[in-house]
DNA sequence: GATGAATGAGCGTTCATTCAT
DNA sequence: TATGAATGAACGCTCATTCAT
C-alpha cells in the first residue's frame, strides 16, 4: 500500500514533467532550457533528472508518447472513415487535438534526437496506411480521380502541414489554424482530388 | 582615396561574412556559432561584430539578402511563364539553386527574428504574383480547372515545402530532392489541377 | 522483545551498508557515488543516511572498523613472529587478505577525512610495534645489521606501498600485486638488511 | 609587432593559468574545481576554456610540462653525478624543487587521466637510467652490494614516496618533507646499500 | 526505522558579445 | 577598421542530503 502510494505520487511526477514538457514545448519549442519545464512544473531542476537520465532521455519519452498516442487516434479513424471526406475530416479534428506540438515537431524534427524521426514515421504511416486503403477504394469506385496513392497523400499532407508552420501567417496569435482554415483545405482538396463529373466542365 | 579603399575593404568584409554565413548555415543550419562562421571566412570572431551589432542583425541582413536575391530570380521567371507548365518548372529550378538555404529557412523559420517571416512574405508573395496572373490566364482558357488561386498556390508550396524538409526521408545524404523528385511534383501536380479533357472522364 | 528485534534489524543494515561500502569501495575507490553503495547493498538510498548523519561519517566508521579489523589481524601474528623472515611473510599475507581497500586507503588517504589518518596510523603502529620487537632482538643476535629499526620500517612499508600504489604499472587487471611479488619483495629486503657474514664479502 | 604582443599576452594568460593551476592543485589537490583556479588566477571562468577546451585538456598539458620539466631537470643531474651518493643528493633537490605538486601526482595519479601514467613513468624512467647507470658502475666497482638493481631502485623511491605521501605524518603544516627527513633518508639508504667493508662485522 | 522522491548547490562547458590594442 | 582574447550568463547534469510517508 505505501509503496503503491509513493510509487503513484512518482508517476505523478513523471507524469507532471512530461505534462509539462509538453505544454512548455508546445507554446515555446523544442529549445526549451529544462530549467524553465522544472520551474513551470513546479519541481526542481534537479528532479527532473532523478525522472530522465537527460534531457534527450525525455525528450525521446515525450516524442515516444506522442507518437503512440496520436497514432492510436490515427488509427481509431480507420472505422468512421467509409470515405476520404470523413477520413480527413477526422484527421483535422485529431490535428486540432495535438496541434501546437505537432507543428514544433514538423518544424523542429530535424534538429531534433533522431527519435523524433520515429515518432513522425509512424504518425505518418499509420495515416497513409488508412489513407490509402480509402483512395484505392475510392480510386476504383471512380469517386476519386486515378492518380498516384502516394502523391495524393503527400500533397493532402503538405498542403496541412503548409498551414500548420506557416501559423503566423494564416492565424494571429495562438488560434488554431486547423479550426479556422480545417474546413477550406477539406473541401478545396477533395475538389480537387474528386471526379465530379460535370461540376468543372 | 584613402577612405575609399577603406570602405571597399570594408564591404569586402561585409560581403565575405554574408556568403560564408550563407554557406555555413546552408550545410549546418542556422544554430552553427559565430566562431565557426568567422573561422570559415578567414576573419576575426570580432569582425562580424565590427559589421553587425548582433548576430540577428547579421540574421536579419543575411535572410533580407535572400529574399530579394530568390525575389529577383523569380520575378525573372515571369517573362519565361507563359504557361504553368513552364512558370513551376522554372520555379523547380530556382529552387535547385537555393535549395540548401531554402531549405533551412523554411524548416527553421519559426526559430528565427521576424525578419525571417519577412523574407519568406516577400519569396512567398513574388513567385504567388506570377503564379496567380499565370494561373487565371490559364483558368480563364479553360485549361486549368476553375479552383482558388490562393488554394492552388498552396497546395503546390505545401507539396514542394513537405519534399524540402522531408528531404532525409526522400534522399540519401547531400543529394538534392528537387533535382529528384521535381519532375514527379511537377508532373503529378499539373495532371491535378489541369482541366484535361477526356483523361479522367 | 519487538524492540531487541528491530535493533536487531538495525544493526543488521548498519553491518549490511558497511559491509558493501567495504567491497564498493574496494573495487571503485572512495569517489564512488553513496547511491551506488546503497543500490549494491538492496537498501534505500536514505537508508545510509538514518545510520550515518553524513558519507564523511560513513567512511570515519568504516576506516576505523577497518583499521581495527586489520590491526587485530596484525596482533595476531606477532605469536607466530619469532623471526623477520616470519613476521614479513605474515604481513604479506594480512596484506593479501586487504589488499583492495588498503591499496584505496593509502592512495586516496590524503583526499579522506581525519578519522583515515587515525586508522593509517592504528594499522602502521601495531605493525611497527611487532616490527620493531622482532627487529630489534635480530640485531642484538647479529642476524640483521645495526640500522635504526624506524627507518628499517619505513624502507619496507615504503617497498609495499611502492608496489600497491602502483599496480598497474606491475600487475595486468586485477592480479594481486602481493601475490605475484611479494616473495620477492620479501627475499629482496631480508638480503639487504640481513648481516649475512660470508656472503657479501 | 601588434600581432605578437597579442599572441604575448594570449601565451601570458595560458601561462597563467597553468602556474595558478599548478600552484592551485598543489595546494589542494587535483580535484579543485576550474572555478578556483580561475578566481585564484584573476581571469573569468570562461577563459580557461579559451585555452583548453576541456579540463582535461590542461590537466594533459599540466602533467605533460610537468613531466618534461622534471624530467630535463633529472636528465641534467647525470652529469654530476658520478657517485650514488650525489645522485641521489641531487635527486632529494629536484624533489624538494617539485615537491608539492610531485606528492599530489604520486597521491592522485591513479584517478587522472592516462596522461598522468605517462608523466609518472617519464620521470620515473629518465631516473631509473642514471640510477642504473651509477649503480651498476658501483657494483662493479665494489662499493654497492651485489643487489637487483631494479629492487635497489624501488626500494630508494618507495621510500622516498611513503615520506612524501605521509607528509602530515612527519613534518607539520607546509614544511618541506624532503628538507626535513632527506638527509636522513639518503644517509641510511646508502649506509643499508653499501658495501663498507669492516663496518658491520 | 526505513523509504526513496525531491532538492539545490555546484560542476564542466558553450558562445554571443565586448573592448583594448 | 580589424583583431581575437577575455567575458559571464546560461546550459545540462551530478550527488550528498532532506523529509514526508
Redesign the pocket.
Known sequence: M??S???V??Q???K??METAYSVISNKGF????????EEA?????????????????LNNLLSDFGDKMGARLHMLAKKSDSVDNLLKEHLKVLEEYEAFYSRLISEKNRLPDEAKTTFAVIQSTLALHFSNVIEREISKGTVRKLPTHMLFNTWLGLVHYYLMNKDFFSDGNESVIKNYGPELLSFYLKMIKNERGVYE
Do not use: E, Y
Not at 513546479?42 to 525525455?58: C, K, V, Y
Open positions: 505505501r509503496v502510494t509513493r510509487q505520487q512518482k505523478n511526477t513523471r507532471k514533467i529549445s526549451v532550457p529544462s530549467s524553465v519545464i522544472a513546479g519541481i526542481s531542476h534537479g528532479s527532473i533528472f532523478a525522472h530522465f537520465p537527460t534531457m534527450n532521455d525525455l
